[in-house]
């Protein structure tokens, strides 16, 4: 339609009705942010198609480059409203990794999760997310960035009710050091767990290490007794018995006196018996689904090499 509109002397243009209408190039907002949405669900050629049939013409090029565009701008924490907790339950957060392909190589993608559990009544009563409180956020940035974004979503959340500084929220991790340098910055309050099945698995392999995996028996009976302890929360004891399995295999000694050393940096977030019994989760599922069906699906799909900003921006409106 005409309207009236203002150059500069650089050439730019405004137009004050488009502005006022919010619209995005050629597109109203509802129809850009139905773009961007459906985007985030179907790959850009599928998506195309479908709008094609409700009557917006787009193709997919122009797609991916709009989408792109505004996908920049967006502020995930902005489409997240506030949930109050019911008693006995708390707010979780959780990150992890997953890497997309990039003209010059793999990227990490961290993808954090926030959520609420289901109030916990009775011994049998056992933790587990309420699916619809589940927020995602997801990027390529540094970590300082993504904890930024990440400490959004939860603040946004409810996690930290006005007047209760000190409200409970509970980290699950695998132990990366990027990951609990994060925790320290944003939820010092926090009860932090490492992800039961991690450590167990860090044990086998440090008896197939020192055995060798075609030792099966040996390899079984060690990871037994010392994941025992590790479940009663006997980090000294587990850690005694990795470097005396060290000492009995020189070759080995180094290797396992470093994993060793991991399990004392995290003594207190290992307690797998009196964790489920206070009724905390102690499993990372929900950032592990995440990084599959938030990030891989989506940008791992074959033939696919995305930058930065193109799959920021994916994944923001990936996470909405």
């Known amino acids: 339609m005409s309207r009236w509109y203002y ?5 730019h243009h405004y137009f004050p009705w488009d502005a006022t209408q919010e619209l995005r190039g050629r597109y109203s907002k509802t129809v850009a942010q139905t773009m961007c949405r459906l985007s985030g669900r179907l790959d850009f050629r599928a998506a195309a198609d479908e709008l094609k049939r409700q009557g ?9 480059q709009t989408t792109e565009e505004w996908g920049t701008e967006v502020d995930v924490s902005r489409w997240v409203s506030s949930q109050p907790l019911e008693e006995r339950q708390r707010w979780y957060v959780i990150c992890d990794g997953c890497h997309t392909h990039s003209p010059d190589g793999w990227h990490e993608v961290k993808v954090g999760t926030v959520y609420r559990d289901y109030p916990q009544y009775g011994e049998k009563s056992e933790p587990h997310a309420i699916e619809e409180s589940v927020r995602y956020v997801a990027t390529r940035a540094p970590a300082e960035e993504f904890g930024q974004k990440w400490n959004a979503i939860a603040t946004k959340s409810g996690g930290y009710p006005e007047g209760e500084e000190n409200a409970e929220i509970v980290p699950i991790g695998d132990g990366a050091p ?6 320290d910055d944003y939820f010092p309050t926090a009860v932090e767990i490492v992800d039961y099945p991690h450590p167990p698995l860090n044990l ?3 008896a197939k290490t020192a055995f060798g995996e075609h030792n099966e028996t040996q390899v079984s009976q060690w990871v037994k007794i010392t994941e025992n302890q590790l479940f009663l929360g006997n980090i000294q004891q587990v850690t005694q ?10 070759p080995h000694q180094e290797e396992l006196n470093a994993q060793a050393a991991d399990f004392e940096k995290h003594p207190h977030p290992m307690q797998y018996q009196t964790f489920p019994e206070k009724g905390y989760q102690i499993g990372s599922g929900i950032v592990q689904s995440a990084c599959k069906h938030v990030g891989a699906e989506m940008c791992k799909q074959a033939g696919m090499k995305w930058k930065n900003t193109g799959s920021d921006a994916i994944l923001s409106w990936r996470c909405i």
């Open 7 to 11: 150059q500069c002397p650089s050439g």
């Open 56 to 64: 917006i013409d787009v193709s997919h090029t122009t797609l991916e």
């Open 178 to 183: 990027w990951s609990w340098n994060l925790v």
């Open 204 to 206: 086998g392999t440090g």
């Open 241 to 250: 018995r990795i470097r005396q399995l060290g000492e009995a295999y020189p």
